[in-house]
């Protein structure tokens, strides 16, 4: 996991300022699975905690 990723969403300061690729690669290495698109949203499955997410 990246870190420096990691700190920076979890701060919420630099919300505008994270790489579509780094925040997806986050999202994966905390337990997320994609599990479809539809246009540029892209939907999320967390199979522990039993939730989605949805990033566009």
Do not use: W
Request: glycine share 6%; net charge positive; proline share 0%.
């Amino acid at each position: 996991m990246n870190q420096k990723t990691y700190n920076d969403v979890m701060s919420g300061k630099s919300d505008n300022n994270i790489r579509f690729n780094d925040f997806r690669n986050l999202i994966v290495d905390l337990g997320f699975d994609f599990i479809r698109q539809n246009g540029s949203h892209m939907q999320y499955f967390h199979r522990e905690l039993k939730a989605f997410m949805n990033i566009q």
